[in-house]
């Protein structure tokens, strides 16, 4: 491919706080580490959770996540490696494989399963949970598979390749866009003594987390398996990122909703009532009967 310059970051963002997951299990026993809790999906917003799940343990995974519902947002599933089947009550099924994305919109309500399709090897990657406004909560379920050459890439003069899979950073649009939460979500690798830099708009929400190696943003060092919240200064327009050893990180910015947020389990709203109907609908069954084209 050929290599893309890169804009030039003039007041790049800094490193607010970081934040180290919380290891805890989801589904039938999966193995998880939460990186994005409840505590800040305020902070955060649009985002409501992020996990990182990673193993070569087969029972940390094989039991996978059965079935399960949700509404009033959106999951983004990446898989860095590892095969899962989904199946949702929307008539959806896929297989999402190495460097693939699963982007579903629960809407209105869906029940699915995420189930591994192997016995072994590594099973890794990424499901982040993007809120959608009252507007949309109550949307028909969506769904798409993307194949790993689905996803847009390029590399910059120093070798640094970039994974876009939502948004646009430096002229390359992305797999996905959303018109209201505005959401970026880039794969970064890094060659050692590398650095990188994209615009991220003065509105947005911002953070990354590395999984290989560490990486620095204005002289803070973000460590293997943390998140460093980027600052939202007055001023600044996008993020430079550097590494002195080889490193892999995820840069993830969206447009806050700034409305409230409700959440019970798997359904997020913006009232307690709502709350309550969700769980009236999802118990009379009305999910699992819903049909949508995909």
Known sequence: MNATKQIAVQNTRKVERLIQGVATSDGAGV?????????????????????????????????????????????????????????????????????????????RGVIHSEIPEQ???????????????????????????????????????????????????????????RTVTEPLYLDIHLPAGTSFSTAIPATHNAFIYTYRGAAHVAGMQVDLQRMGILSNTAGADGVTVSATEPTQLILVAGKPLNEPIVQYGPFVMNTQEEIHQALEDFRSGSFASERSAA
Do not use: C
Not at 121 to 128: A, P, S, Y
Not at 149 to 171: F, L
């Open 31 to 107: 193995s998880l580490t939460r990186v994005l809790t409840g505590k800040l999906q305020h902070r955060l917003d649009p985002f409501l959770m992020l996990d990182a799940f990673g193993s070569d343990d087969p029972d940390d995974y094989i039991a996978g996540f059965p079935d399960h519902p949700h509404r009033g947002f959106e999951t983004i599933t990446y898989m860095l490696a590892g095969r899962m089947r989904h199946r949702d009550s929307a008539g959806h099924e896929g297989l999402l494989g190495d460097g693939g994305v699963q982007w579903m919109t629960a809407g």
């Open 119 to 177: 016995k072994d090897g590594v099973m890794e990657g990424f499901q982040l949970w993007l809120n959608l406004p009252a507007q949309n909560k109550m949307a028909e379920p969506w769904y798409r598979d993307f194949a790993s050459a689905d996803i847009p890439e390029y590399a910059t003069v120093e070798g640094v390749t970039v994974r876009v899979i939502a948004g646009e950073s430096n002229g390359v649009a992305g797999a996905v866009s």
